[in-house]
């Protein structure tokens, strides 16, 4: 009988022990894997490096830059080029990035994916679309690192004259496709051109939220149905989207773009809108407002300015038609850093913003590059940043 008990107590004891050791792991496991919150009030200029507009990579050319993400399990940094298949295939580069408190030392390009369609084949070019067939043409402008998959979530902004909506789209780390999420209705086009996305002012801005769960979107200007672009007199309405891994959409809310900068009287073209989003801690993200006046001459001048923003107390517009003669809350926004006021030699056409790795200090480091939109003219352009919160 005692020896039964025995038996008894150490196969609990065991059981126990099991149980302990697998929760340990599992905590582990999730604690790995899950982004934690970060703290941002203010930014310091580190350094900056340019890509040469004549330099390539596996014969393509290594431009087009529109979104960067890092992943710090690997620590390799993964460079999305909104090349339509003009150039090249649609594609990703993987990169080191080599930087400190200090200086940036680098930028070493290491390999180079194209992105896949469902079918395995590459994405077409615009001059190869047919209606006829099942291939499509991406236009890609943000990218991020999936923390719980270790794939990768990129986006494309649709194309109105070809009849194609802009896609949020799941890919491994080779490019190769997994699955695609539905956008909300309010963003999709009509036949009228009365609802949905402009062309080229669409999903330019995404962002795993920081427990990696849900995945935000922002459009760089307002859809059609919710008014005007934004001008040198008035700002404008534009949305960010929260969906689920399946493509509910959880919320949304109205960001109040600003105005369009330093507008002078003979400016051919003005505008202003969201070329990016980060997520801070769970109901706060950085996003980069890009704006750009060409004057008369034809050069153009870019105003970058990066915003810390909040949506608590803001109205949840999911189900709002429209925002015109709505009485809604927009996020409330705060400026964080306006990159013409940094010691820049130039700022350029910014369009991607991510987290990087840990600084010597403690610090995180931030991220942002420029899109050259393969124009001589342009510059692919990283700048990186120490974030300096009030506590440090």
């Known amino acids: 009988m005692q020896q039964a008990t025995k038996i008894i107590f150490l196969t609990l004891l065991v059981t126990v022990m099991i149980n302990m050791i697998s929760l340990h792991a599992f905590a582990t496991s999730a604690q790995d894997v899950a982004p934690h919150s970060h703290q941002v009030d203010k930014l310091r200029l580190i350094d900056s490096k340019t890509i040469p507009h004549e330099q390539t990579y596996n014969k393509t050319n290594v431009g087009g830059i529109s979104g960067i993400t890092y992943n710090p399990k690997s620590n390799k940094w993964y460079l999305l080029s909104d090349d339509r298949s003009e150039h090249s295939f649609s594609r990703f580069y993987e990169a080191n990035l080599n930087y400190n408190l200090r200086q940036f030392n680098n ?123 934004p001008t040198a007199d008035s700002g404008a309405l534009s949305r960010i989207t929260q969906y689920d891994r399946r493509g509910n959409v959880l919320s949304e809310y109205a960001y109040p773009i600003d105005s369009v900068p330093h507008v002078g009287n003979n400016a051919k073209t003005a505008e202003n809108g969201v070329s990016e989003m980060l997520a801070i801690n769970k109901h706060e993200f950085l996003t980069l407002e890009r704006a750009s006046v060409q004057s008369s001459d034809g050069t153009f001048k870019n105003y970058v300015r990066i915003y810390k923003i909040d949506i608590n107390h803001a109205s949840d517009i999911k189900d709002t038609q429209t925002l015109q003669n709505a009485e809604v809350t927009p996020v409330k926004k705060k400026l964080v850093a306006n990159l013409n006021d940094a010691q820049l030699d130039k700022v350029d056409n910014i369009e991607g913003m991510t987290f990087g790795k840990k600084l010597a200090n403690g610090n995180d480091s931030l991220v942002v590059v420029s899109d050259n939109n393969f124009n001589k003219s342009q510059i692919s352009q990283f700048i990186v940043f120490e974030v300096v919160n009030n506590k440090t």
């Open 107 to 229: 930028i070493n390009i290491k390999n180079v994916n194209s992105l896949k369609q469902p079918n395995g084949s590459n994405y077409i070019s615009k001059k190869q679309f047919s209606n006829k067939s099942k291939d499509i043409v991406a236009d890609p402008e943000s990218i991020r690192f999936d923390p719980l998959t270790n794939n990768i979530l990129y986006t494309s902004e649709g194309d109105r004259s070809l009849g194609l909506n802009p896609f949020i789209r799941f890919s491994n780390l080779n490019g190769n496709f997994i699955s695609e999420l539905p956008i909300n209705e309010s963003l999709k086009m009509d036949t009228q051109s009365k609802k949905g996305f402009r062309n080229n002012l669409a999903i330019e801005g995404s962002t795993f939220s920081v427990d990696g769960t849900s995945i935000w979107t922002s459009m760089e200007a307002p859809v059609i149905q919710d008014g005007p672009v």
